[in-house]
Protein backbone atom coordinates (compact mmCIF):
# COMPACT_ATOMS: atom_id res chain seq x y z
CA UNK A 1 0.00 0.00 0.00
CA UNK A 2 1.61 3.47 -0.86
CA UNK A 3 2.01 6.37 1.18
CA UNK A 4 -0.83 8.24 0.18
CA UNK A 5 -3.15 5.08 0.67
CA UNK A 6 -2.28 4.92 4.34
CA UNK A 7 -2.17 8.37 5.04
CA UNK A 8 -6.03 8.30 3.86
CA UNK A 9 -6.64 5.25 6.01
CA UNK A 10 -4.86 7.32 8.76
CA UNK A 11 -7.16 10.40 8.47
CA UNK A 12 -10.62 7.63 8.16
CA UNK A 13 -9.85 5.64 11.12
CA UNK A 14 -8.33 2.76 9.56
CA UNK A 15 -4.59 3.12 10.28
CA UNK A 16 -3.73 -0.58 11.12
CA UNK A 17 -6.29 -2.04 9.52
CA UNK A 18 -5.29 -5.31 7.89
CA UNK A 19 -5.88 -5.18 4.25
CA UNK A 20 -6.92 -8.14 1.85
CA UNK A 21 -6.56 -7.96 -1.98
CA UNK A 22 -9.89 -8.71 -3.71
CA UNK A 23 -10.76 -10.01 -7.10
CA UNK A 24 -10.85 -7.47 -9.78
CA UNK A 25 -13.41 -6.79 -12.60
CA UNK A 26 -13.21 -5.53 -16.07
CA UNK A 27 -12.19 -1.84 -15.04
CA UNK A 28 -8.87 -0.61 -13.87
CA UNK A 29 -10.13 -0.46 -10.36
CA UNK A 30 -8.60 -2.05 -7.37
CA UNK A 31 -10.66 -3.24 -3.72
CA UNK A 32 -9.06 -4.07 -1.04
CA UNK A 33 -10.99 -5.47 1.73
CA UNK A 34 -10.14 -3.52 5.02
CA UNK A 35 -10.65 -5.29 9.14
CA UNK A 36 -9.62 -3.18 11.68
CA UNK A 37 -11.49 -5.09 14.96
CA UNK A 38 -14.70 -5.95 14.52
CA UNK A 39 -15.01 -2.97 11.59
CA UNK A 40 -15.19 -3.83 7.67
CA UNK A 41 -14.66 -1.82 5.04
CA UNK A 42 -13.71 -1.49 1.38
CA UNK A 43 -10.72 0.60 0.29
CA UNK A 44 -11.39 1.13 -3.62
CA UNK A 45 -8.74 2.66 -5.80
CA UNK A 46 -9.68 4.37 -9.50
CA UNK A 47 -7.32 5.62 -11.92
CA UNK A 48 -7.02 9.40 -10.86
CA UNK A 49 -7.48 10.20 -14.61
CA UNK A 50 -11.25 8.74 -13.80
CA UNK A 51 -12.83 11.75 -11.88
CA UNK A 52 -16.06 11.12 -14.33
CA UNK A 53 -16.81 7.79 -13.08
CA UNK A 54 -15.27 8.69 -9.60
CA UNK A 55 -17.91 11.52 -9.17
CA UNK A 56 -20.59 9.61 -10.78
CA UNK A 57 -20.15 6.37 -8.40
CA UNK A 58 -20.87 8.80 -5.37
CA UNK A 59 -23.65 10.32 -6.96
CA UNK A 60 -25.36 7.22 -7.26
CA UNK A 61 -24.82 5.95 -4.73
CA UNK A 62 -26.22 8.68 -2.85
CA UNK A 63 -29.30 8.56 -5.01
CA UNK A 64 -29.80 4.59 -5.06
CA UNK A 65 -30.02 4.90 -1.27
CA UNK A 66 -32.42 7.59 -0.61
CA UNK A 67 -35.05 4.88 -3.13
CA UNK A 68 -33.99 2.91 0.20
CA UNK A 69 -31.67 0.48 -1.77
CA UNK A 70 -28.48 -0.96 -1.05
CA UNK A 71 -25.81 0.81 -2.48
CA UNK A 72 -22.54 0.80 -0.45
CA UNK A 73 -22.58 4.41 1.70
CA UNK A 74 -19.65 5.71 0.72
CA UNK A 75 -17.51 6.93 3.62
CA UNK A 76 -14.83 8.92 2.60
CA UNK A 77 -13.16 10.00 -0.64
CA UNK A 78 -10.06 11.63 -2.14
CA UNK A 79 -11.28 12.00 -5.09
CA UNK A 80 -7.42 13.69 -6.73
CA UNK A 81 -5.83 10.36 -5.62
CA UNK A 82 -8.80 8.27 -6.93
CA UNK A 83 -9.58 6.71 -3.74
CA UNK A 84 -12.68 5.76 -2.07
CA UNK A 85 -13.74 4.33 1.21
CA UNK A 86 -16.70 2.14 1.17
CA UNK A 87 -19.55 0.22 3.21
CA UNK A 88 -18.25 -3.48 2.67
CA UNK A 89 -21.73 -5.41 1.77
CA UNK A 90 -19.63 -8.86 1.90
CA UNK A 91 -19.33 -11.46 0.09
CA UNK A 92 -22.64 -13.11 -0.54
CA UNK A 93 -22.74 -12.54 -4.17
CA UNK A 94 -25.16 -14.37 -6.13
CA UNK A 95 -22.48 -16.03 -8.12
CA UNK A 96 -22.22 -17.86 -5.20
CA UNK A 97 -26.15 -18.42 -3.94
CA UNK A 98 -27.80 -21.69 -4.62
CA UNK A 99 -31.01 -22.66 -2.19
CA UNK A 100 -31.57 -19.14 -2.23
CA UNK A 101 -30.46 -17.62 -6.03
CA UNK A 102 -34.67 -17.94 -6.90
CA UNK A 103 -35.85 -15.94 -4.21
CA UNK A 104 -32.72 -13.39 -4.68
CA UNK A 105 -33.65 -13.12 -8.36
CA UNK A 106 -36.79 -12.37 -8.12
CA UNK A 107 -35.80 -9.61 -5.11
CA UNK A 108 -33.41 -8.29 -7.76
CA UNK A 109 -36.08 -7.83 -10.16
CA UNK A 110 -38.29 -5.73 -7.90
CA UNK A 111 -35.18 -3.52 -6.96
CA UNK A 112 -35.60 -2.85 -11.10
CA UNK A 113 -39.33 -2.38 -10.92
CA UNK A 114 -38.88 0.03 -8.27
CA UNK A 115 -36.21 1.70 -10.55
CA UNK A 116 -38.30 1.98 -13.23
CA UNK A 117 -41.44 3.30 -10.97
CA UNK A 118 -39.69 5.89 -8.57
CA UNK A 119 -36.32 6.79 -9.85
CA UNK A 120 -36.30 10.45 -11.44
CA UNK A 121 -34.27 11.35 -14.66
CA UNK A 122 -30.93 12.28 -11.78
CA UNK A 123 -29.91 14.33 -15.03
CA UNK A 124 -28.67 10.53 -16.55
CA UNK A 125 -27.54 10.41 -20.54
CA UNK A 126 -29.92 8.57 -22.08
CA UNK A 127 -29.18 5.56 -24.39
CA UNK A 128 -30.48 6.60 -28.24
CA UNK A 129 -30.65 3.92 -30.86
CA UNK A 130 -28.23 5.51 -32.64
CA UNK A 131 -25.80 5.72 -30.38
CA UNK A 132 -26.97 2.22 -29.26
CA UNK A 133 -26.32 0.45 -32.67
CA UNK A 134 -22.79 2.64 -32.27
CA UNK A 135 -21.55 0.64 -29.24
CA UNK A 136 -22.03 -2.51 -31.24
CA UNK A 137 -19.07 -1.22 -33.70
CA UNK A 138 -16.30 -2.75 -31.31
CA UNK A 139 -17.58 -6.05 -32.30
CA UNK A 140 -17.99 -5.76 -36.06
CA UNK A 141 -15.33 -5.47 -38.76
CA UNK A 142 -15.09 -2.41 -40.33
CA UNK A 143 -16.54 -2.18 -44.08
CA UNK A 144 -19.57 -1.36 -46.14
CA UNK A 145 -21.60 -4.35 -44.22
CA UNK A 146 -20.79 -3.39 -41.03
CA UNK A 147 -22.31 0.14 -41.90
CA UNK A 148 -25.60 -1.20 -43.09
CA UNK A 149 -25.79 -3.16 -40.41
CA UNK A 150 -25.54 -0.40 -38.07
CA UNK A 151 -28.05 1.70 -39.77
CA UNK A 152 -30.48 -1.60 -40.06
CA UNK A 153 -30.21 -1.82 -36.08
CA UNK A 154 -30.76 2.18 -35.37
CA UNK A 155 -33.86 2.17 -37.41
CA UNK A 156 -35.32 -1.18 -35.19
CA UNK A 157 -34.09 -0.09 -32.28
CA UNK A 158 -36.07 3.03 -32.67
CA UNK A 159 -39.60 1.27 -33.87
CA UNK A 160 -38.81 -0.67 -30.50
CA UNK A 161 -37.93 1.50 -28.31
CA UNK A 162 -41.20 4.16 -27.74
CA UNK A 163 -41.71 3.08 -24.29
CA UNK A 164 -40.62 6.08 -21.74
CA UNK A 165 -36.91 5.63 -20.72
CA UNK A 166 -35.63 4.81 -17.25
CA UNK A 167 -32.62 4.37 -15.00
CA UNK A 168 -30.69 1.71 -15.96
CA UNK A 169 -27.27 0.67 -13.63
CA UNK A 170 -26.11 -1.24 -16.71
CA UNK A 171 -23.47 -3.88 -15.10
CA UNK A 172 -26.31 -5.62 -13.55
CA UNK A 173 -25.22 -9.59 -13.35
CA UNK A 174 -24.92 -11.71 -10.32
CA UNK A 175 -21.52 -10.63 -9.53
CA UNK A 176 -22.39 -7.05 -9.09
CA UNK A 177 -25.54 -8.11 -7.05
CA UNK A 178 -25.38 -9.29 -2.97
CA UNK A 179 -27.65 -10.91 -1.37
CA UNK A 180 -28.12 -9.36 1.67
CA UNK A 181 -30.59 -11.61 3.92
CA UNK A 182 -30.95 -9.91 6.92
CA UNK A 183 -32.26 -6.81 5.24
CA UNK A 184 -35.49 -6.57 4.78
CA UNK A 185 -37.21 -6.31 1.35
CA UNK A 186 -35.48 -4.07 -1.26
CA UNK A 187 -32.73 -4.06 1.15
CA UNK A 188 -31.93 -7.35 0.91
CA UNK A 189 -29.89 -6.82 -2.66
CA UNK A 190 -26.46 -4.95 -2.66
CA UNK A 191 -26.04 -2.87 -5.40
CA UNK A 192 -22.14 -2.33 -6.95
CA UNK A 193 -20.77 -1.34 -10.29
CA UNK A 194 -23.58 1.57 -10.84
CA UNK A 195 -21.16 4.65 -11.95
CA UNK A 196 -22.35 4.30 -15.60
CA UNK A 197 -25.91 4.32 -15.40
CA UNK A 198 -27.74 5.97 -18.28
CA UNK A 199 -31.57 6.34 -19.32
CA UNK A 200 -32.22 3.36 -21.44
CA UNK A 201 -35.22 1.40 -22.57
CA UNK A 202 -37.29 -0.71 -19.98
CA UNK A 203 -35.70 -3.72 -19.45
CA UNK A 204 -32.33 -3.06 -20.19
CA UNK A 205 -30.86 -4.60 -16.80
CA UNK A 206 -33.02 -7.23 -16.46
CA UNK A 207 -31.80 -8.47 -19.76
CA UNK A 208 -28.74 -7.76 -18.66
CA UNK A 209 -29.04 -10.34 -15.99
CA UNK A 210 -30.55 -13.08 -17.46
CA UNK A 211 -28.22 -12.96 -20.33
CA UNK A 212 -25.59 -12.94 -17.84
CA UNK A 213 -21.80 -13.24 -20.35
CA UNK A 214 -20.29 -14.89 -17.66
CA UNK A 215 -22.61 -17.75 -16.73
CA UNK A 216 -25.69 -19.17 -17.27
CA UNK A 217 -29.03 -18.66 -15.79
CA UNK A 218 -31.79 -21.14 -15.14
CA UNK A 219 -34.50 -20.43 -17.49
CA UNK A 220 -36.97 -20.76 -14.97
CA UNK A 221 -35.41 -18.05 -13.14
CA UNK A 222 -34.79 -16.26 -16.22
CA UNK A 223 -38.78 -17.01 -17.30
CA UNK A 224 -39.97 -15.48 -13.47
CA UNK A 225 -38.04 -12.44 -13.49
CA UNK A 226 -39.36 -11.83 -16.84
CA UNK A 227 -43.05 -12.55 -16.23
CA UNK A 228 -42.52 -10.20 -12.60
CA UNK A 229 -40.98 -7.47 -14.67
CA UNK A 230 -43.65 -7.38 -17.45
CA UNK A 231 -46.57 -7.76 -14.59
CA UNK A 232 -45.04 -5.03 -12.15
CA UNK A 233 -44.55 -2.15 -15.00
CA UNK A 234 -47.60 -3.32 -17.00
CA UNK A 235 -45.71 -3.75 -20.12
CA UNK A 236 -47.30 -5.91 -23.06
CA UNK A 237 -45.67 -9.35 -22.86
CA UNK A 238 -45.10 -9.79 -26.75
CA UNK A 239 -43.97 -6.55 -27.28
CA UNK A 240 -41.70 -6.74 -24.67
CA UNK A 241 -40.30 -9.94 -25.65
CA UNK A 242 -39.45 -8.00 -28.95
CA UNK A 243 -37.77 -5.28 -26.90
CA UNK A 244 -35.77 -7.82 -24.57
CA UNK A 245 -34.47 -9.51 -28.07
CA UNK A 246 -32.90 -6.24 -29.23
CA UNK A 247 -31.28 -5.14 -26.18
CA UNK A 248 -30.00 -8.74 -25.90
CA UNK A 249 -28.12 -8.36 -29.31
CA UNK A 250 -27.01 -4.63 -28.36
CA UNK A 251 -25.54 -5.57 -25.09
CA UNK A 252 -23.82 -9.04 -26.27
CA UNK A 253 -22.81 -7.73 -29.97
CA UNK A 254 -20.95 -4.89 -27.58
CA UNK A 255 -19.79 -7.33 -25.13
CA UNK A 256 -18.00 -9.59 -27.54
CA UNK A 257 -15.74 -6.61 -28.83
CA UNK A 258 -15.29 -5.14 -24.89
CA UNK A 259 -13.99 -8.81 -24.42
CA UNK A 260 -11.77 -9.43 -27.11
CA UNK A 261 -10.13 -5.92 -26.28
CA UNK A 262 -10.12 -6.87 -22.78
CA UNK A 263 -8.13 -9.82 -23.82
CA UNK A 264 -5.82 -8.14 -26.37
CA UNK A 265 -5.18 -4.66 -24.76
CA UNK A 266 -5.26 -5.27 -20.87
CA UNK A 267 -3.94 -8.65 -21.12
CA UNK A 268 -7.02 -10.14 -19.48
CA UNK A 269 -7.22 -13.59 -21.77
CA UNK A 270 -9.71 -15.08 -18.88
CA UNK A 271 -12.63 -13.13 -20.84
CA UNK A 272 -12.48 -15.34 -23.68
CA UNK A 273 -13.56 -18.38 -22.79
CA UNK A 274 -17.41 -16.29 -22.57
CA UNK A 275 -17.25 -15.57 -25.86
CA UNK A 276 -18.92 -18.90 -26.91
CA UNK A 277 -21.70 -17.79 -24.34
CA UNK A 278 -21.93 -14.53 -25.73
CA UNK A 279 -22.01 -15.31 -29.01
CA UNK A 280 -25.12 -17.44 -28.25
CA UNK A 281 -26.86 -14.87 -26.81
CA UNK A 282 -26.42 -13.12 -30.42
CA UNK A 283 -27.54 -15.84 -32.04
CA UNK A 284 -30.83 -16.26 -29.87
CA UNK A 285 -31.79 -12.58 -30.34
CA UNK A 286 -31.68 -12.57 -33.90
CA UNK A 287 -34.02 -15.48 -33.74
CA UNK A 288 -36.84 -13.41 -32.90
CA UNK A 289 -39.04 -12.59 -35.53
CA UNK A 290 -39.18 -9.72 -34.72
CA UNK A 291 -35.31 -8.97 -35.77
CA UNK A 292 -35.36 -10.61 -38.92
CA UNK A 293 -34.66 -7.05 -40.68
CA UNK A 294 -31.55 -7.62 -38.64
CA UNK A 295 -30.27 -10.92 -38.84
CA UNK A 296 -30.55 -10.61 -42.68
CA UNK A 297 -28.28 -7.67 -42.22
CA UNK A 298 -25.78 -9.48 -39.75
CA UNK A 299 -26.00 -12.71 -41.67
CA UNK A 300 -22.80 -11.70 -44.01
CA UNK A 301 -21.12 -10.66 -41.05
CA UNK A 302 -21.57 -13.47 -38.66
CA UNK A 303 -19.06 -15.80 -39.43
CA UNK A 304 -16.63 -12.98 -38.42
CA UNK A 305 -17.63 -12.44 -34.90
CA UNK A 306 -17.87 -15.61 -34.26
CA UNK A 307 -15.71 -16.98 -31.69
Not at 172 to 198: K, M, S, T, Y
Amino acid sequence: MTGSQEAFLAANGWAGATAVPLAGDASARVYTRLRLGPARAILMRAPPADCAAFDAFVTNAARLRALGLSAPEVLATAPGSGLMLLEDLGDTGFHRLAADLHEASLAATDVLVHLARHAPGWGLPALTPAEMAEMTRIALPAGAQAEAAFAAMAGVFGTLFSAPLVPALRDVHAENLIWLPDRAGLARVGLLDFQDAVLAPPGYDLVSYIHDARRDVDPEIAGAMTARYVAALGLDPARFAAEAAALSLQRNLRILGVFRRLARVRGKPAYLAHLPRVFGHVEDALAHPALGDLRRALAPLMDRIAP
